[in-house]
């Protein structure tokens, strides 16, 4: 996915959150706002919004002194998503289809992005997930594949989130599939880390990797080339959030593989996948 004239400004956005959770006063925001600036005219119009919001960032974390202004807040989301975990936990042992609801409850973790917005409703994300379900609905596709691989490969996303996406895990896991998981080999806006994957739990029940890089998304000249060797060889990806979503909706490999898994939160994006802003998806290309 081509980055649009409407990355631009959510490039700077980026930066004014980061700089505000990080704790800068607004009178030192500036100076480094107008070198972001500077830095946001360069960036080149062919990568994916994900890579240059990336570049954008480390650049940024440089100039404010800070390898992971978001460390706290990462480790308070993922005590949210664990503290309303016995209550979603309940509810798939309820559910006439545990898998499916697991994934509409992956999906509804999805709005933990702190990368544009610092407000985010969970229980209506729940809510809204669990009664309006996927806009755009391959789980039929999804099931012929399940049942015809060994092991699924999930591209994780944020902190907090995967939380949500534990559940998912164990209904995979008990129907006899392997599930290899993955996180940013380095931290990068709230996505999560292996630090994260251990503060939930998520290495006691299946196995973590990192993608050897803390670019944002999966960009496949960017992470590790074991990652690229997963993703290829695999017969069934589940890929979450709008960056993964970014990096590899155009790539060859992910073609009747890689099914995204997430609310759109951009207008460019819905465009993109084919759905309407706010709508929750789970769809292959």
Sequence with gaps: MKASIDCVHCYLKQAVNCMSIAGIDED????VLFNIM??????????????????????????INSN????????????LGLDLYPKLKAYINKSDNKLYDALKIAASGNIIDLGISRDFDINASLEHSLSEGFSKDDYDR??????????????????????????????????????????????ILNDATMEDAIQVGMDTITEVITTGSNYLGVPLNKVAPK?????????????????????????????DRVFFLLKIKCPWVGTTAGANFGDVV???R
């Design 227 to 255: 990652i690229v060797t997963l993703l290829a060889d695999s017969g069934l990806v589940i890929s979450k959030g709008q960056a993964n979503f970014e990096s590899l909706e155009h790539e060859e490999l992910a073609r």
């Design 38 to 63: 500077d830095n946001v005219k360069t960036m080149d119009r062919q990568r994916t919004p994900a890579e240059n919001s990336t570049e954008m960032l480390i650049n940024l974390y440089q100039m």
């Design 142 to 187: 999804f099931i012929d594949k399940l049942n015809r691989v060994d092991h699924v490969v999930i591209v994780g996303d944020n902190a907090g989130e995967i939380v949500f996406d534990k559940l998912l895990v164990e209904e995979l896991n008990k129907k006899g599939k392997k599930v290899i998981y993955i996180v940013k080999g380095g931290p």
């Design 282 to 284: 789970f769809f292959v």
């Design 68 to 79: 992971d202004p978001y460390k706290e807040i990462k480790q308070r989301l993922n005590t």
């Design 28 to 31: 030192k925001q500036y100076p």
